[in-house]
């Protein structure tokens, strides 16, 4: 399970939103002094995201919790998300080919970049139907684990 820190921003209609601070590595290694993207990350700096999470434990907005997600679910979902695309337009450039090659057309490239279009058109209609299908499915959603705040401890003088 892959955990982060959040907080809870608010309660609607039994869903509870959560925020976390996107992290980045960059800077990290030996060559961020003259790395483009270690630049742009300080440019850009840290943001805030923001999504519904499975509340089981009772967390109330205001509280700091750790939010978990299923790594392999994770990983699924990366991979229909940016390889189904990519794979239906290669396949279908591939199936291009072998069409404008058994025609004999004059202008081959064109057909095979409209075979190849309407391959990536067709992934991302994939994507989204994966998308659609796993909505409601709690283990492609961050479930709150816990809270974590620490009782304040108020003296008074």
């Given at each position: 399970?892959?955990?982060?820190?959040?907080?809870?921003?608010?309660?609607?209609?039994?869903?509870?939103?959560?925020?976390?601070?996107?992290?980045?590595?960059?800077?990290?290694?030996?060559?961020?002094?003259?790395?483009?993207?270690?630049?742009?990350?300080?440019?850009?700096?840290?943001?805030?995201?923001?999504?519904?999470?499975?509340?089981n434990i009772n967390?109330?907005?205001?509280?700091?919790?750790?939010?978990?997600?299923?790594?392999?679910?994770?990983l699924k979902g990366?991979?229909?998300?940016?390889?189904?695309?990519?794979?239906?337009?290669?396949?279908?450039?591939?199936?291009?080919?072998?069409?404008?090659?058994?025609?004999?057309?004059?202008?081959?490239?064109?057909?095979?970049?409209?075979?190849?279009?309407?391959?990536?058109?067709?992934?991302?209609?994939?994507?989204?139907?994966?998308?659609?299908?796993?909505?409601?499915?709690?283990?492609?959603?961050?479930?709150?684990?816990?809270?974590?705040?620490?009782?304040?401890?108020?003296?008074?003088?």
């Amino acid at each position: 399970m892959i955990t982060e820190n959040a907080t809870v921003v608010s309660i609607e209609n039994n869903q509870t939103w959560i925020e976390t601070q996107r992290k980045s590595t960059c800077g990290e290694c030996s060559a961020s002094k003259g790395c483009g993207t270690s630049i742009l990350s300080k440019v850009i700096g840290n943001k805030l995201s923001k999504m519904k999470a499975i509340n089981n434990i009772n967390a109330q907005v205001g509280d700091d919790v750790v939010v978990g997600l299923n790594e392999a679910s994770l990983l699924k979902g990366a991979f229909v998300i940016y390889m189904l695309p990519l794979l239906f337009l290669f396949l279908f450039s591939l199936l291009g080919q072998f069409v404008a090659q058994s025609i004999g057309a004059p202008n081959n490239e064109l057909l095979v970049i409209v075979f190849a279009v309407v391959g990536f058109l067709l992934g991302m209609k994939k994507v989204k139907n994966f998308s659609k299908s796993i909505e409601k499915n709690e283990s492609y959603q961050p479930v709150i684990l816990k809270k974590t705040n620490n009782p304040s401890i108020f003296i008074n003088f």
